[in-house]
């Protein structure tokens, strides 16, 4: 793809797509917005009220445990990964609805801010707790330190700097104390 781009965006993305993004409903909240919040409602529903949902924390906390267990490990792993490719699906047509554009490397930028946000909203990386609501509270808190922070008029490097030193320390008050949410 890099090859054939020559690195560069070669395309627009469909108008429709771009209103249905970016259009505000309710004059507050954008499209993608209401998307997002749609998606997040089933995916808290789905974790906290079906036996796939208590499946995946199992299979997180103890793979191993839960194989004698019965639990099906292998197509609970097999349906988490088929439901980050369909999610991350979504984020991309989102991402290309709102920037209007698409090109191969436009959504690395965030991949250091949602593994952020995942922990600042009390997920394990070790796996077995946490939760989408939490994640959704560390989406807020990252969002808005990224905002202050190009607010206060620091340059990138310097954003960079700063976002990761408050990061850090909050990872480490989250280690010692638990999860704040």
């Known amino acids: 793809g890099l090859l054939f781009t020559h690195g560069s965006p070669k395309g627009h ?3 429709v797509l771009n209103a249905l ?6 004059g ?7 998307i997002w919040a749609i998606v997040s409602a089933i995916t808290i529903l789905l974790l906290r009220s079906s036996a796939g949902g208590r ?13 004698y267990a ?6 609970t792993v097999i349906l988490l ?17 709102y920037t209007g554009s698409a090109y191969l490397a436009s959504g690395d930028t965030y991949q250091m801010q949602t593994i952020a946000a995942v922990i600042l909203g009390g997920t394990s990386m070790f796996g077995g707790r946490g939760g989408y ?3 959704i509270i560390g989406v807020l808190i990252t969002v808005l330190l990224v905002s202050a922070l190009r607010v206060v008029g620091i340059a990138q490097a310097g954003q960079n ?21």
Do not use: C, K, W
């Not at 993004?21 to 309710?26: D, I, K, N, S």
């Not at 499946?55 to 194989?67: H, S």
């Open 13 to 15: 993305s469909a108008p």
């Open 21 to 26: 993004v970016t259009q505000r409903f309710f």
């Open 28 to 34: 507050v909240l954008t499209g993608g917005v209401v």
């Open 55 to 67: 499946y995946v924390y199992a299979v997180g906390l103890n793979r191993e445990a839960n194989r």
């Open 70 to 75: 019965a639990v099906p490990v292998t197509r």
């Open 81 to 97: 990964y088929v439901a980050s490719g369909l999610t991350s699906a979504l984020a991309g047509f989102l991402l290309t609805g």
């Open 133 to 135: 609501g939490g994640t």
């Open 161 to 181: 700097i700063a976002y990761g030193i408050i990061l850090l320390s909050m990872l480490v008050t989250l280690d010692q104390d638990g999860p704040a949410v």
